[in-house]
Nanobody, 135 residues
Framework: QVQLVESGGDSVQAGGSLRLSCVGS????????MGWLRQLPGEEREGVAG???????????????RYAESVRGRFTISVDGAKNTLYLQMNDLKPEDTAMYSC?????????????????????WGQGTQVTVSS
């Protein structure tokens, strides 16, 4: 079973930067679709993945990335296959980016990855890392 562990969350001021990491172990999916999602403060609605989360970014096995409109141009998702690590570089952070960020993984081709991202249909989830941005 794929296990995911995030790190890198912190408290920063608006305009600052953070890089989140997510290390995978215990197996893999092929083709691999990996993404970052976030749960905003106070959002406790039950959703497909148990709790409502907003898709932030996703990357497929071909290296194609997709981003939520709210983070496009500020966030960059990337993968280091040799280290089994997914990253999220976050620049120009805003208070509205404050959330618990989770990484997730699933099996899916490029087209499937987009749908997985939109509907939150990932198969494995990490526990999350907290990002707090103050004004």
């Amino acid at each position: 079973q794929v296990q995911l562990v995030e790190s890198g969350g912190d408290s920063v001021q608006a305009g600052g930067s953070l890089r989140l990491s997510c290390v995978g172990s215990g197996g893999t999916y092929s083709p691999l679709c990996m993404g970052w999602l976030r749960q905003l403060p106070g959002e406790e609605r039950e959703g497909v993945a148990g709790k409502a989360r907003e898709g932030v970014a996703v990357i497929d096995s071909d290296g194609r990335a997709r981003y939520a409109e709210s983070v496009r141009g500020r966030f960059t998702i990337s993968v280091d296959g040799a280290k089994n690590t997914l990253y999220l570089q976050m620049n120009d952070l805003k208070p509205e980016d404050t959330a618990m960020y989770s990484c997730a993984a699933a099996q899916g081709t490029g087209a499937d990855c987009g749908r997985i991202f939109e509907l939150g249909l990932f198969q494995s989830w990490g526990q999350g890392t907290q990002v707090t941005v103050s004004s």
